[in-house]
């Protein structure tokens, strides 16, 4: 039988346009504005976009065609920034895949301005394909068209590999719906939490757990090149820094540092950790080369000096130290050398994460006794709190740098923790979907 990573791996590899199957349906286009959202302008008014299911095989009718639909339809939705129209009335104006759609039926019938049209079937070496069309209801033309070829099983990775499509098409920025998050599952009281590390999609399917519980782990962090993560375990009865390999479940100590260990972090090509450790009563920011194993102290300071992240280019390190009396956020070169606070608002600042695009720094903020998710730029301006409650903790951005995600725990003894995202331009908090309790999030990179 084979796996879901070997499915995904065929996947991977066959990636074809439709340029060479497809004849064009419009060799003009229409005299109008493309279509296309500007993301950098603040809140924009969500884009109205249909998702038909997708036909069979020679226009027949497919169990996976209206799952599919719903996967594109569930990703676009889930942004904010796309708002789906109802394809009841729509459908009977689109005959099949290779006809274009009667566009001004379309129009009279809904106020779709981008309609996506798709087909999944098999090649003729005997492959699975999903292939899909984008429409521009108001130019009347086709604006994309792509294949994705594999295995039957990898179906809702090419549902998300075309989301990523339709969604850069649109926004001219890349997607990130086929992506999974790393994160700590909890089970049992309060006070007496099992924990253990849990993987899924980034919409909470296929879900799988990488350990058993019966050791304490925290703080999960994906590389930004692979799937792999780092993270800490107390397996050993001392916290120790761990390397996993997801798909292969290789797993390796990175070090047993004497005294306590904390926040492990990769730099952005995947070759390097950042870690704090306690030696002698102090805590500092360190590095340690994944090649050679060898460590570099970055912080050498009396106060505590933790939850560092590197820059996207790897110049710079922010991290959250108390040296100045409260914890606040500090940046330095990344190797180390004279530090500069960034914030000054009223309140605390802690785990801070580098946006992707190296715009923005975000943060949990403690002000008043509530805690809020907010970013930053890296000079420690414009700073915004995007949310707010009695305790959300843990940004992790998407890798465009569009979105986050965080964890949220409710107060009491019968408090318990949850996922939630959302978009840095602020609006409605969206939950994610995880089997129980969860914390501690890591969004992980596009899986190609």
């Known amino acids: 039988m084979m796996t879901m990573s070997s499915a995904f791996r065929i996947l991977g590899a066959a990636c074809l346009g439709l340029a060479a199957l497809l004849a064009p349906i419009s060799e003009a286009r229409a005299q109008s504005q493309p279509l296309k959202l500007t993301l950098d302008r603040g809140v924009v008014e969500p884009l109205p ?124 920025e890349a997607g990130y719906f086929e992506t999974r998050i790393v994160f700590v599952d909890e089970r049992g009281p309060k006070n007496q939490r099992v924990k253990r590390l849990a993987v899924m999609d980034y919409d909470g399917e296929n879900l799988e757990y990488l350990t058993g519980g019966s050791s304490l782990v925290l703080t999960p962090r994906f590389s930004p090149r692979s799937q792999e993560i780092t993270y800490i375990s107390y397996r ?118 580098w946006s992707p695009r190296g715009d923005l720094i975000a943060f949990t903020k403690i002000s008043g006794g509530r805690f809020g998710i907010g970013v930053m730029d890296p000079s420690g301006g414009s700073e915004r709190v995007l949310t707010d409650s009695f305790l959300d903790e843990s940004p992790t951005w998407a890798p465009n740098g569009r979105r986050l995600m965080f964890f949220r725990e409710t107060q009491g003894s019968r408090g318990r923790s949850q996922l939630f995202s959302i978009d840095i331009r602020g609006g409605k908090e969206t939950p994610v979907a995880t089997p129980g309790p969860a914390s501690d999030p890591a969004w992980g990179p596009v899986m190609r």
């Open 49 to 172: 976009i249909s998702i038909l299911d997708f036909f069979g095989q020679g226009g027949t009718a497919d169990p996976l065609g209206p799952q599919i639909a719903q996967v594109i339809e569930a990703d676009l939705a889930s942004t904010n920034v796309f708002r789906n129209v109802p394809d009841a009335a729509i459908a009977p104006m689109v005959a099949s895949f290779s006809a274009p759609p009667r566009f001004n039926d379309v129009r009279t019938l809904s106020n779709a301005a981008a309609l996506v049209t798709g087909e999944i079937g098999t090649t003729p070496d005997g492959r699975f394909a999903l292939r899909f069309r984008l429409w521009d209801v108001a130019a009347q033309q086709q604006i994309a068209g792509i294949q994705y070829t594999g295995d039957r099983t990898a179906w809702r990775r090419m549902a998300h590999r075309a989301s990523d499509a339709i969604y850069e098409r649109l926004t001219g």
């Open 236 to 353: 050993d009865g001392l916290p120790r820094v761990y390397l996993l390999d997801i798909e292969s479940r290789r797993q390796e100590i990175l070090g047993r540092f004497p005294g306590m260990t904390f926040a492990p972090r990769f730099s952005p090509d995947g070759s390097r950790v950042l870690m704090s450790l306690s030696r002698n009563g102090n805590t500092d920011v360190y590095d340690m080369d994944l090649r050679s194993r060898q460590v570099t102290r970055l912080t050498s300071n009396s106060a505590i000096d933790t939850a560092p992240s590197y820059s996207p280019d790897g110049s710079r390190i922010v991290f959250e130290s108390d040296r100045g009396g409260s914890q606040q956020l500090y940046i330095m070169p990344a190797s180390g050398g004279s530090a500069k606070r960034i914030s000054f608002g009223s309140g605390r600042y802690a785990t801070p994460v």
